[in-house]
DNA sequence: TTGAAAGCGGTACCAT
DNA sequence: ATGGTACCGCTTTCAA
């Protein structure tokens, strides 16, 4: 068995009280002292159990991601970000999945919940109406990252999908295309979906180009989604845009890849804008040009909020992280 | 402040003890008590308290997961695999990041025993003799994911690393290819650097073909590492090897860049084989032939054995899983 | 079938 | 400067 304070306290001839005193630093003891409870807490390997520490003090200084279970490259990234910022300030932090369309969100938070974690970073979570209300009742502050909830009833921490789309859009345009798919993007998705058809279809229209619906492919961001739309495309010698802009970097790879197999040149016969600037964007070759996300210091600064909101007991607030423009090798002027 | 089984036992008229019985539907009591007691809980919106619990079970149904800072692509379906199945066994999972080169790697051992993980799987954690003691003194079973312990005194779950680098030369030397550079691998690195080079060197000598030392391009698996080595291949026109086998990925993508820029086209005047299957593998054009590590499936591997050691009390087994050959599109004949 | 009570490993208040 | 001790929320033994 693990060694106590009891057992220290026994071996240095001192109390409990003495002990936890010495260990915590907290002063009001003399220096002899604290060098025997020391050296006999070294000599038993002593550590501190931080299930009575969590119970006693009734905080437990960990936090909790909650994500979809789908492996996307970027959630390094973010899961990074969040952990080195709760590591700064002295925070554990304690993972699950939600499953695949969030069957196991209940499960997770409840979970969550009897860890006493003291706040949630809910990744790419989309919530329903009937989820807010469990939420409620959870009682833990909940932070949405790269999400939103109905109503934006939670904190999130996002970019502006609809200025990201359309500042992407009119940078094609401005490259001389004029004939722009949309691909791999979801309709229903009322946070990543709808906000970007929306500012793509305002980039046109403040552009006076034509829209054209049967140039926004629905999909769910995968490259696989790509593949499909870019597939379609080809076989549909009416449409014929100049430029695809994709909804995920992943989705801008199938776009190439069916591209590359059927001899059309990156950029030279497409072009092609991409959205995540994950890892592979830079990795590919042409470089993929993207609209970058930071997700690092989204993962950051999602993990800043919401300590600082424990710490100071202020509802956190909303916050809009900037997106950038990427300029690589897949996209050229018409 | 949230409900406890006091609070419920004052409201239901009932002792703790039952309640608890109760809750943990350990039988003994009339099923109106029961009724009323889960009424009341719920009503509540009572959540056991995990710290009170782990703290007289003496078990915290936790492990820990440590990994290095930088966060390579892969590690995501690692994390995903690990708490897969962590989930399934009701155990819950705490990340922490041992830092770049190991320099977080007592802290987070700590924060680990600390918080009182029943064990800890140690992803890509190369560990130097003296690390070794303290993990002894730690206590707690470590199992290590894509990595080994000098002297193998950990468990560990990897592919065979030079059983794979052995089949990936032989393959590129079926094609045809006689002249075959290594590519950023890390030769002060025991664990996945030796070997591959071991494996790389025998091969060729099991097809009678000279070793050229000057074809084994030291790195650190990054895509920098591959752009470096192909630039200095480009700039030594004596070298000229027909094929590349790159030990990661991402370094296979920074050879393909360079080529890229140099106007060489893949797999036509040169070939690449990569090194992982990481995602990205198979999203590039033309697609990686790589050597597939399954990462998942790891993931899952070693939550398993940590997990069924836990409860059986056995030592945990090292396993080496199997590797795989994916060809795809950048590897031709000669 | 049920309850009282003794801890689990700490913290922190109150005395001394 | 130090010790005694109540208590955090729960489980579990023992008795009734």
Sequence with gaps: MRATIKDIAKISGVST????????????????????????????????????????????????????????????????????????????????????????????????????????????????????????????????????????????????????????TTDLIDHGHRTIALVGVDPADSVAGRPRIAGYTAALQAAGLRLDRNLIFPGDYTFEAGQRAMTTILATPELRPTAVFAVSDETALGVIAVCYQAGLRIPQDLSVLGYDNSAIASMVSPALSTVAQPFYEMGQLAADKLITGLQTNQPIQSQIVPFKLIHRGTVSSL
Tied chains: 1, 2.
């Design 17 to 168: 009280a003495t002990v936890s005193r010495v260990l915590n630093e907290l002063g009001g003891y003399r220096p002899e002292v604290a060098t025997k409870v020391l050296a006999v807490a070294k000599e038993l390997g002593y550590r501190r159990n931080d299930s009575a520490v969590s119970l006693v003090k009734q905080a437990t200084r960990t936090i909790g991601i909650v994500m979809p279970t789908v492996a996307t490259s970027f959630y390094a990234q973010i899961i990074n970000g969040i952990e080195d910022r709760a590591y700064q300030a002295g925070y554990s932090v304690i993972l699950t999945h939600a499953g695949v369309n969030n069957v196991r969100l209940q499960e997770s938070l409840n979970f969550m919940v009897e860890r006493r974690v003291e706040g949630i970073i809910g990744v790419s979570i989309n919530l329903a109406q009937i989820d807010l209300q469990a939420i409620a009742a959870l009682a833990v502050p909940l932070l949405l990252l790269s999400a939103q909830a109905p109503g934006n009833r939670l904190p999130y921490v996002k970019v502006d999908d609809y200025a990201a789309a359309y500042a992407a």
